[in-house]
């Protein structure tokens, strides 16, 4: 089972994270477990403080090295091998659905979330495994990549979705997802494609899969691009 820590000066921000929906459920149900640990307990005096200036000068307050890894050294972790400590960073590998599928083969991902101007280097060169960006802006602390990484890593756990949700989801077989209709059969004047209300499986599920590659080719045909392919995988257009 993956036990997912997470350092934070905000631990917070994952109260209402933790009550609801799949998170809630996959902890309840004991498929992963969430630890959020509070950087501060480790502040390094008795008024809390865990960061300061960069050596150096530069704008902004840099965490302080020895709070982090405090933290980090409270954590009852499994052998180096079975374990993975994540940095969220900028500068980081940019997480996607083949990442994150991947962590779940990990007994503890360990999520350091920066805040500031950042971290201390010396952590990252200490402790950190991997370096992780959702994207090429800038947020103001690594809460929402944890929430992000944890959120989309857990759905790829056995018994979080119901069986065969993932097979159709955007980016299995490097597709997006077709589109999809609901009640009522027309709105606006606009109805629900026919053949969807013809219960003929086999030809839903032609239209589905013509959909799903027709909308990957709109949204993103570089997801269809030969040279992101990965060796054992067919792509039949
Ligand atoms: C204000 S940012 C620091 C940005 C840093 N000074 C820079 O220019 O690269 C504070 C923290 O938010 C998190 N963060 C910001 N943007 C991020 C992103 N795109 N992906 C992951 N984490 C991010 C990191 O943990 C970072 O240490």
Request: charged fraction near 30%; include cysteine.
């Amino acid at each position: 089972m993956i036990n997912f820590h997470v350092l934070t000066l905000f631990p917070d921000f994952f109260e209402a994270f933790k009550a609801h929906s799949i998170i809630k459920k996959g902890i309840d149900k004991e498929l992963f477990r969430l630890n959020i640990k509070d950087i501060r307990e480790h502040a390094v005096n008795r008024y809390g403080q865990v960061d300061d200036t960069p050596f150096g000068g530069g704008a902004g307050m840099l965490m302080r090295p020895e709070p982090i890894y405090d933290a980090y050294k409270s954590l009852d972790l499994s052998d180096e091998a079975r374990r993975k400590v994540i940095f969220f960073s900028p500068k980081g590998r940019v997480m996607d659905q083949a990442y994150v599928q991947s962590l779940k083969s990990y007994d503890d991902i360990v999520l350091i979330c920066g805040h500031y101007e950042g971290i201390d280097q010396r952590i990252i060169d200490l402790i950190v495994d991997e370096q992780v960006s959702i994207g090429d802006f800038v947020l103001t602390g690594g809460e929402l990549p944890a929430m992000a990484l944890i959120d989309a890593t857990v759905r790829h756990i056995d018994g979080v979705l119901k069986s065969g949700s993932l097979n159709e989801e955007s980016f299995t077989g490097r597709r997006l997802e077709y589109r999809q209709w609901t009640k009522p059969r027309t709105f606006m004047g606009m109805d629900v494609p026919e053949v969807l209300l013809s219960g003929n499986h086999k030809e839903i599920a032609k239209f589905n899969e013509a959909d799903a590659l027709s909308e990957t080719m709109k949204y993103r045909p570089d997801l269809l691009d030969d040279k992101r392919c990965n060796e054992n995988e067919e792509v039949t257009i």
